[in-house]
Nanobody
Framework: QVQLVESGGGLVQAGGSLRLSCAAS????????MGWFRRAPGKEREFVAA????????YYADSVKGRFTISRDNAKNTVYLQMNSLKPEDTAVYYC????????????????????WGQGTQVTVSS
């Protein structure tokens, strides 16, 4: 059974930085697409960033492009989300997710195609 555990969230002032980590266990990690998503209060979960199994392909939501960077270390079964120039509107619970299917027809894969989810980590950006 795949387990994903996020860490690194917290309270930061606008303009600051945080790095989220997501440690995976219980399955094959290196070939799987990983994604970061977030849910702000009163809103639905939304896509933030995705990375291919090798790390060679990435994709970002327009709202975070140029500020956030997704990366992975397959030797450590961990995916990261470096968040810079944080804004109050980035306040949300951040989730990592793993997509177990290897083949994909669209990039990035839609939210519904991710099979495993972490418990989330809170990020709060104060103005």
């Amino acid at each position: 059974q795949v387990q994903l555990v996020e860490s690194g969230g917290g309270l930061v002032q606008a303009g600051g930085s945080l790095r989220l980590s997501c440690a995976a266990s219980g399955g094959t990690f290196s070939s799987k697409i990983m994604g970061w998503f977030r849910r702000a209060p009163g809103k639905e979960r939304e896509f933030v960033a995705a990375i291919s199994g090798s790390g060679g392909m990435t994709y970002y939501a327009d709202s975070v492009k140029g500020r956030f960077t997704i990366s992975r270390d397959n030797a450590k079964n961990t995916v990261y989300l470096q968040m810079n120039s944080l804004k109050p509107e980035d306040t949300a619970v951040y989730y990592c997710a793993l997509r177990s299917l290897l083949l994909f027809s669209s990039w990035p894969p839609p939210l519904r195609e991710y099979d495993y989810w972490g418990q989330g980590t809170q990020v709060t950006v104060s103005s």
